[in-house]
C-alpha cells in the first residue's frame, strides 16, 4: 500500500485510522441487490446463499462467494455489487414516475436500480467509453431494462441537448478508486497526487455538464468511490460556488459518518462510507437545483405500430405501448421514443427482433424483458436443463412448436424453438458458459 496514500488517510481519520489500516488486511466485502420486480425476498433467500442484509439499501444483501453462475444472476434476478456502491441510489430517492438521468453508468449497477423503482418514469444511461457502453447494455437486458435509452458519448453533448428535462441526476463519477484498492491492483499502481487532481479537474467538468440536464426543483447526487478530500468536498465546495443556486440537502440516511469538515459547503450534509461501516469506501452528496427552467423530453414521431402488433402477438400477451422500428429492428417500450439529433443513441426501449428475408426473428432481449405470464409459450426448466442450455445445447422437451421462452424458478432467461419434441437453443453464444462453468445455487 502506497506510504503517501496511507499518510493522508492517517491525518484525515485521525483517531479513526487505527480500525481503518486493520480494515486493509480485511477481506473485501461482497454483496448483491435484488430486482423486487422479478423476485420475491423470500423466494431469494430459499434458494441463495446470503448473509445479513445490506446497511445501504432495502433490497441488499451481503454475500461471502461469487454467485455469477447462480441462476438467478443468469436470469437478472440480482446484480452483484459491493454493498455501500448501491447507497447513491439510495439517497437519489427515485421516485415512479420520474425521468432519471445516470450520467456515468457503466458497468450498471446504479441503472439496475434505478430501472426496478420506475413505473411509467424512463431512465437515459449514458456511459463515454465505447466498450464499457456495450458491457453496460448487456447488464441491462439482463436486469430486464424496458423504458430506457442508452446513451454513449461525452456528457456535455447529452446534457446540452436534454437540458432542464430531469428530475434526478445521478453523477457516479469517474475517480482515483481509492476505496476500491482492495479489489483492483490498478487502484493501488495508478495512485498519485497528480492523478487524483486529474480526476478532480474532470469531476469539476462533468458537474457542470449535469447541472444543465436537471431541472428546476429536481435532485442531483454525486458520488465516488475514493477517499481524496479532493475529489469530494473540495469537488462539491467548488461547484458550489459554481452554481449558487445548487443547495445541499440533507442524505436522510443512518449509515456512514459525516464528511470532512471543508470551506463552502456543509459536511453535515454528506455521507462518507469506510470499511469500518460495512463497505468499502463511497463518498455521496444530494442537491437541488433552486432556479432554471423545467422542460420535457422530446418526442419523437413515429409510424403506426400496427405491423409490429401483429409480429409480437404470437409471442406476448400484453405489447407495450409504444414501438419504433429502425432499418429492420423493432424496438418496444411504454414510454414514448426519445429524439436526438446530436447524442449518440445505442439503445432505446426493448429490442424486439429483426426481420430477416422478410421473416421475423426474435431477440434475447425480448424474453428477458417481462415475467414468466406475459409470454404466450413458456417452459420451465430444472438446474440441470438450464445447464445445458446455457452451454449452447438443444434440450429433448415435449411443449407446442415454435418460440418458447425458458424459466427457472418462473424467471425467464432467455428463449429457444421447439419442434414438439426438443428445444433449439438461441441463447446467444457471448453469454454462454465455458465448458468447465456451471449453473449452480451453491451450499447453503
Request: glycine fraction near 6%.
Amino acid at each position: 500500500m502506497n506510504d503517501l496514500f496511507l499518510e493522508r488517510m492517517k491525518r484525515e481519520l485521525k483517531e479513526d485510522y487505527p480500525a481503518f489500516e486493520r480494515s486493509l488486511e480485511q477481506p473485501m466485502y461482497k454483496g448483491l441487490s435484488y430486482h423486487p420486480k422479478k423476485i420475491t425476498k423470500e423466494m431469494l433467500k430459499a434458494n441463495t446463499p446470503l448473509l445479513e442484509p445490506s446497511l445501504f439499501y432495502a433490497y441488499g444483501y451481503y454475500i461471502d462467494r461469487s454467485l455469477g453462475n447462480h441462476p438467478y444472476h443468469i436470469a437478472g434476478a440480482f446484480y452483484l455489487q459491493e454493498p455501500s456502491a448501491s447507497a447513491a441510489v439510495t439517497i437519489l430517492d427515485v421516485q415512479p414516475s420520474n425521468t432519471v438521468l445516470d450520467l456515468c453508468a457503466a458497468p450498471g449497477g446504479k441503472s439496475s436500480q434505478i430501472l426496478s423503482q420506475l413505473q411509467d418514469g424512463f431512465l437515459v444511461s449514458n456511459e463515454y467509453d465505447g466498450k464499457r457502453a456495450r458491457i453496460l447494455l448487456s447488464n441491462l437486458e439482463r436486469m430486464s431494462a424496458q423504458n430506457f435509452c442508452l446513451t454513449q458519448g461525452d456528457t456535455k453533448v447529452v446534457c446540452e441537448e436534454l437540458e432542464s428535462c430531469f428530475d434526478r441526476v445521478l453523477v457516479d463519477a469517474p475517480c482515483s478508486g481509492e476505496g476500491m484498492m482492495k479489489k483492483h491492483d490498478a487502484a493501488q499502481d495508478n495512485w498519485s497526487l497528480e492523478n487524483i487532481q486529474q480526476c478532480a479537474m474532470r469531476q469539476d467538468y462533468i458537474l457542470d455538464q449535469a447541472y444543465k440536464a436537471l431541472k428546476k426543483g429536481g435532485y442531483m447526487v454525486y458520488s465516488t468511490c475514493t477517499y481524496a478530500r479532493e475529489e469530494n468536498e473540495e469537488t462539491i465546495a467548488s461547484f458550489l460556488k459554481r452554481h449558487p443556486d445548487m443547495q445541499q440537502v440533507d442524505p436522510e440516511v443512518s449509515f456512514g459518518q459525516r464528511g470532512f469538515d471543508t470551506p463552502g459547503m456543509d459536511a453535515d450534509k454528506v455521507v462518507r462510507i469506510f470499511p469500518m461501516q460495512k463497505g468499502e469506501g463511497h463518498f455521496i452528496c444530494k442537491m437541488q437545483k433552486m432556479q432554471g427552467e423545467v422542460r420535457k423530453l422530446p418526442i419523437k414521431k413515429v409510424r403506426k405500430k400496427d405491423q409490429c402488433d401483429d409480429i409480437l402477438q404470437e409471442f406476448l400477451v400484453n405489447i407495450p405501448r409504444y414501438a419504433y422500428q429502425q432499418d429492420d429492428a423493432f424496438y418496444i417500450m411504454d414510454h414514448p421514443f426519445i429524439e436526438f439529433k446530436k447524442t449518440h443513441c445505442l439503445r432505446q426501449g426493448i429490442l424486439a427482433g429483426n426481420l430477416v428475408k422478410k421473416r421475423f426473428e426474435p431477440a434475447h432481449a425480448l424474453f428477458m424483458a417481462f415475467s414468466k405470464e406475459n409470454y404466450k409459450q413458456s417452459v420451465e426448466l430444472d438446474l440441470a436443463q438450464m445447464d445445458e442450455v446455457m452451454h449452447g445445447l438443444q434440450i429433448p422437451y415435449e411443449c407446442k412448436k415454435g418460440y418458447t421462452c425458458y424459466c427457472i424458478d418462473g424467471i425467464p432467461f432467455g428463449f429457444g424453438k421447439s419442434d414438439g419434441h426438443r428445444i433449439n437453443n438461441r441463447i446467444p453464444k457471448g453469454l454462454r458458459l465455458l465448458p468447465k462453468s456451471h449453473v449452480t445455487k451453491g451450499d447453503f
